[in-house]
């Protein structure tokens, strides 16, 4: 477990839900990761993703599909994209990435709390 952190400092990250719009492959990643662009609704507008997430998904079933990012991290270059969101997402038991999703019809860029 990690240390104790206050309710202000949870509030410091901003977590929102928004729907994957477009995803790419992403050869010039180092490890197999995916491009991806995601809509946070009007507010934040759609932002750029690098996800290591080839293992469990393919390209065609993730356009459409809402997850979870941080969405308050400065942007971060993988090569030759810029990630401006982090997507998240938990480890399945072969440690690969399984992304956290809702598990009900939500409003895109609604804000985790």
Known sequence: MSDQISIDD?????????????????PEARRPAYKLWIDFGPEIGTRKCSAQITQ????DELV????????????????????EVL???????DGNVV??????DVPIGGRLY
Not at 99 to 104: A, G, M, R, S, V
């Open 99 to 104: 992304l956290i999703t809702p598990d009900k």
């Open 64 to 83: 459409g599909r809402r997850v979870l990012s941080v969405v308050n991290f400065p942007p971060r270059q993988i090569g030759p994209f810029m990630s």
């Open 10 to 26: 949870f509030m410091k990250v901003d977590i929102r839900v928004g729907e994957i719009t477009d995803a790419q492959e992403f």
């Open 87 to 93: 997507t998240l997402g938990l480890p399945d038991a």
């Open 56 to 59: 469990n998904y393919a390209l």
